[in-house]
């Protein structure tokens, strides 16, 4: 990997007039952003369509996209929408939060408008939208299908369906794929010009010479079609019910360990179809990033498994991953693949031994650095093939960081990266410039420390249940002066793009 450095912004964290970040104009304004700052990636979080909690890392699908992020400024281009359809809807009302719940009552309604539209002008028998369906059909008719379902049976999961439908009875899916049609062919729309909008959108940044860097969860949600459509990949009981499900062991943080609840893969079936729906998944998430972080990569090296209905994750055991095997049989089926591998979290033999024979490169997150003389994140510790941040989308902002970390450990900051600044917004420069410093090939900061924000901006706490994945940029905020500043980092420490 060339030395470079890219920025970590959420496509929900965007501006626009559209209650949440979009493939709207401001996408392509932070493409220009991107390239005036002499940037060469731009990391999104997951696209996916999101769930209870509206986590990215918790989806419908592994393989769709998000309907909020389906431009209506780019359907109105189209002449599928009118801005007096759109005007005066409640998408919200902060301009700095996302409000699901409205996106939710409002955003579908002026999709379903653009659908009646499409339908209208025969848009489902264009060439483009039939091969579309077609290209896509391995995941599209279960994921068109089960969110048809989903919503005649008002949001129930499906493992409250009745039996015939929740154990995929070839009559009762039939007859729903009958009775539904309509409202499969509104799931099918949405994600027809989710592609179109995101390829465009990936063109238009490709054609600047940056690399977009996405994000795929390492685990399913229980109620998503994945585990529905295919739940011989998952270690579920006759009853499709988990015998296990994921969690993390007791540790320092929690004396019970954490209770994730996602079902577990079974590896075993997987390897004899050749590890099959992972790399269906994987050529998927090559068709959408340039470069795929993988979460999670412990996981394929070990991983813990609850019995399924604990209350908490004592009782949970460690258990081999496919290892090397998986990666190996990528490799076989598809070549070489630009990854990066989440590796944070409790180290072992096993995961450090994994990410070492798979060649990724891992994390070095520069907020875990300073609890400790001996941490492997200190910059002097890096190594070149490793991604270097100040935080991720998981820690808070930096300003908020050096405000909430010890005397003793912010007076170690301050003598490592050589900070005479008593002001935090200059501190948090100097932090992001130890970052460029680094000899990682790539340095990746999220734009909440350019902006020097505080706690209020944190975009996820985990084990927090309220109040994540809502922050957003104000419009106009990222100016051509901060550009310059970020450029003349890029260009001091040769990051920039060739």
């Known amino acids: 990997m060339q030395r470079g450095c890219g920025i970590l912004y959420p496509v929900s964290s965007l501006p626009s007039r559209f209650g949440i970040g979009c493939f709207s104009k401001e996408a392509y304004e932070f493409a220009d952003f991107l390239e005036a700052a002499g940037q060469g990636y731009w990391q999104i ?106 919503q005649q049976q008002d949001g129930k999961s499906w493992q ?46 490709n054609g600047k010479k940056i690399k977009v860097i996405g994000d795929l969860p390492f685990y399913m949600a229980l109620d998503s079609a994945d585990v529905w459509s ?52 994987i050529r998927r998430n090559q068709e959408f990033y340039d470069v795929i972080r993988i979460d999670h990569f412990h996981g394929f090296a070990e991983y813990y498994a609850v019995p399924y209905g604990e209350e908490s994750a004592l009782k949970g055991t460690m258990k081999k991953g496919p290892g090397m095997d998986l990666f190996n049989a990528l490799k076989e089926q598809m070549g070489e693949i630009p990854m990066i591998a989440e590796d944070l979290g409790t180290v072992t033999e096993e995961n450090t031994k994994l990410l070492k024979d798979s060649g990724l490169p891992g994390m070095k997150v520069l907020q875990f650095a300073f609890t400790s003389w001996n941490s492997v994140y200190v910059t002097h510790r890096h190594e070149k093939n490793c991604v ?51 000899v990682a090939d790539l340095c990746i900061i999220p734009i909440q420390d350019y902006l020097v924000k ?12 309220d109040g994540n994945w809502q922050w957003r940029v104000l419009p ?23």
């Not at 989710?194 to 959108?201: A, G, K, V």
């Not at 505080?454 to 249940?465: D, F, L, Y």
Request: glycine content about 6%.
């Open 230 to 281: 295919h739940p011989e990949a998952f270690q579920m009981d006759k009853n499709l019910m988990p015998t296990a499900v994921a969690g993390c062991p007791p540790d320092a943080f929690s004396a019970t360990g954490q209770l994730w609840g996602n079902p577990l893969y079974d590896w075993t079936k997987l390897k004899k179809s050749g590890y099959a729906w992972w790399m269906q998944r």
């Open 454 to 465: 505080g706690k209020e901006a944190r975009m996820n706490c985990p084990g927090v249940a």
């Open 160 to 205: 409250d369906w009745d039996e015939p439908l929740k154990k995929r009875s070839k009559a009762a899916l039939e007859k729903a794929r009958e009775e539904l049609a309509d409202r499969i062919g509104f799931v099918c729309f949405q994600q027809f010009k989710f592609e179109q909008q995101w390829e465009s959108l990936k063109a238009y940044i």
């Open 388 to 438: 270097v941040y100040t935080g991720t989308h998981d820690n808070t902002t930096s300003r908020a960081w050096i405000e909430e970390i010890n005397d003793g450990e912010r007076s170690y900051v301050r003598r490592y990266i050589n900070s005479i600044y008593t002001d935090y917004g200059q501190f948090v420069w100097d932090f992001i410039r130890e970052a460029y410093r680094s």
């Open 45 to 150: 979080l997951p696209i996916g369509p999101t769930g209870f909690g509206d986590s990215p890392y918790q989806p419908f699908s592994a393989f769709a996209g998000n309907p909020y992020f389906i431009s209506p400024e780019k359907l109105i281009e189209e002449g599928l929408l009118t801005w007096d359809e759109v005007n005066g809807r409640d998408f919200g009302q902060d301009p700095e939060r996302v409000d699901y719940g409205a996106l939710y009552r409002n955003r579908y309604e002026v999709l379903q408008i653009a659908y009646e539209r499409f339908k209208e002008r025969g848009g489902q028998t264009t060439s483009a939208y039939q091969e579309f369906c077609e290209k896509e059909s391995f995941w599209l008719e279960d994921y068109a299908l089960y969110m048809a379902i989903k």
């Open 476 to 498: 106009d905020f990222l100016s051509p002066e901060l550009a310059e500043s970020i450029r003349q980092l890029a260009d001091v420490y040769q990051r920039m793009p060739s």
